[in-house]
């Protein structure tokens, strides 16, 4: 990982709110708790059909993503607009960064036209740190996930979903995350995101060939059998394998995957009768999740979706009204 994804300085004022938001790795609990609380009131406002549309009139927020994604870019899209914003749904495949265009002058020339705020989705582990970095005074940078590195706001929504399921109090909570920890940004914001917010136990459980080389699960319980790690856990979230970051080798066959760490039924009853299930998507069904799990009464998992929504809304609201 780069000196600059892990600064996460750089993105608080001296008063605590936030100047970007780049990773949820070193955020204040309060900083956390205030997105959150915000998060959940903007969706009882939606609910009671409390207009917001005037909250971010005349700002301009532009998604920069140079990675695929359906929920993140669509959720994005849709906070932003019903905000009140002016969302430029930036085209990459038909910019003229096929003509050699740098991503930090494409920024600069969109700044230009009076964006206030880039969603951006990068590769790189630190690329949006980096932009951040190098961006206006008054231009503000929300990462959609960089890398293996961090996706704040999944790591945020995720929280929220758990605290509508568990209650704000996390002490007391066993959290089982499961599968591609190696490659996963969502792991990395979730596991910072639940032990700031005091997280009773974090157990990780993966292939050896899964888990970081680094010593950056200290304090999480680590092991390999799914069927032991599962025994009395509130919630369990499944990690998407990223074959697109991976190496050849690392997981011998997906059907082999899915017997040793895929989650069914079956499995799913050594856990608390009241655990929830969490995946941040794209699910591979049949690789980590069976479809009686993934579509059963004990997943969250379209919840996590309907709450990105939220939480996106927060985000923007903190970064664009200061
Ligand atoms: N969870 C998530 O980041 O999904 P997308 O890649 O579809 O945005």
Do not use: W
């Amino acid at each position: 990982m780069t000196a600059s994804a892990t600064s996460s300085g750089a993105q608080l004022r001296s008063d605590g709110t936030l100047r970007h938001l780049l990773t949820l790795e070193g955020l204040p609990r309060a900083a956390l708790e205030r997105l959150l609380d915000a998060a959940q009131a903007l969706r009882t406002d939606a609910l009671n059909g409390i207009a917001l549309r005037a909250r971010l009139a005349g700002r301009a927020v532009c998604a920069l993503f140079l990675e695929p994604s359906t929920r993140t870019r669509s959720a994005f899209h849709l906070a932003a607009a019903r905000l009140g914003a002016d969302v430029l749904n930036f085209d990459l495949s038909h910019s003229s960064a096929g003509k050699g265009e740098t991503t930090l002058d494409t920024l600069r020339n969109l700044e230009a036209m009076g964006v206030d705020c880039f969603v951006v989705r990068a590769g790189e582990d630190g690329a949006v740190a980096a932009l951040a970095a190098q961006a206006g005074a008054n231009t503000v940078l929300i990462n959609a996930g960089d890398g293996r590195h961090q996706h704040p706001t999944q790591g945020l929504l995720d929280m929220l979903t758990l605290r509508q399921s568990k209650g704000v109090d996390f002490s007391k909570l066993t959290v089982l995350i499961v599968g591609d920890v190696r490659h996963s940004r969502v792991a990395r914001s979730d596991i910072a995101a639940l032990r700031t917010l005091g997280c009773g136990e974090i157990r990780v459980c993966a292939p050896q060939s899964l888990l970081p080389d680094t010593n950056e699960l200290h304090g999480c319980d680590v092991g390999h059998d799914l069927d032991a790690m599962l025994e009395g856990v509130d919630a369990v979230m499944m990690l998407r394998l990223q074959r697109e970051r991976m190496e050849e080798g690392l997981v011998p066959s997906l059907e082999g995957y899915f017997r040793e760490y895929g989650l069914d039924a079956a499995r799913l009853s050594r856990a608390k009768p009241d655990a929830v299930v969490l995946h941040p998507g794209p699910i591979n069904r049949g690789v980590e999740i069976s479809d009686e799990v993934a579509d059963g009464p004990q997943s969250l998992i379209l919840a996590q979706v309907s709450n990105g929504v939220a939480v996106r809304m927060a985000v923007m609201l903190e970064l664009l009204r200061a």
